[in-house]
């Protein structure tokens, strides 16, 4: 059971007072019966709700792939700007799952679904991460073993084995299973380089297109959402 007027602040129609006076002006149906106390708790998963006519269908949880460009952080609030500044959507809760460096770009996903996000940042569940990294001396094609084999960051830490791809002299695809802090830039640092450009162009099914511009994002499709809750 949910409140009504969280019910329709989390599909869309604003903010609680927004959504009060949608109430107030008598917009609201539940069961074929206009509402008049915002207080009043509903049955999400069975109640009929109807907004100025409209039917209103329970869907709890809402995805949104960002592009996240240079300067913000992944975090909800903060003294710096977040990504969620770069969100306009009605939807309380939203938040992002896992984190990118400040200087870090690419795909991001928002969502308020925490189970999923939970599970998605479980190294138990290997989800693949994909980054474009840019570093600065030639890649050496022996690099690729190193990383299959597991970087050692320190006495605590061991990386399990990543897939490197490399594309030009001084840029590859590294492909991780776990989300270690600053994980990429400490591996390449381990093996000698730096990197210079770290952007994330995959987290499991899905994928960062070229023509999502940085700072702005999409809804995802039903098949992207369906196929990202599959796990094996
Ligand atoms: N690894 C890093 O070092 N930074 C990121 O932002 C993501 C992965």
New binding site residues.
């Given amino acids: 059971m949910i409140r009504i007027d969280k019910f329709l602040a989390m599909h869309g129609y604003g903010s609680r007072a927004q959504v009060k006076k949608l109430i107030h002006d008598q917009l609201v149906f539940v069961d074929g019966e206009v509402i008049k106390d915002p207080k009043i708790k509903v049955d999400e998963t069975k109640a009929e709700v109807e907004v100025n006519g409209k039917q209103v269908t329970y869907e709890p949880y809402q995805y949104f792939l960002l592009n996240k460009p240079k300067g913000y952080i992944s975090a909800t609030s903060g003294n710096a700007l977040t990504v969620l500044d770069l969100i306009e959507e009605p939807y309380p809760d939203l938040f992002p799952c896992g984190?990118?460096?400040k200087d870090?770009t690419g795909l991001l996903l928002i969502t308020n679904n925490g189970p999923l996000a939970h599970r998605l940042l479980s190294p138990k569940h290997h989800v693949e991460k994909e980054?474009e990294v840019i570093v600065d001396l030639p890649l050496k094609e022996d690099l690729i073993q190193e990383f299959k084999k597991g970087i050692r960051l320190n006495a605590e830490e061991l990386c399990q084995p990543a897939d490197l791809i490399i594309l030009s002299d001084y840029m590859c695809h590294l492909i991780i299973r776990e989300?270690k802090f600053?994980?990429?830039?400490?591996m390449f640092q381990k093996v000698g380089y730096e990197?210079i450009e770290?952007k994330?162009v995959r987290m499991k099914n899905l994928v960062l297109e070229d023509s999502l511009l940085p700072g702005t994002y999409r809804k995802l499709t039903k098949e992207e959402i369906t196929e990202l809750n599959q796990f094996e």
């Fill in positions: 984190r990118l460096d870090t980054y989300g600053h994980q990429i830039k400490r990197v770290l994330r």
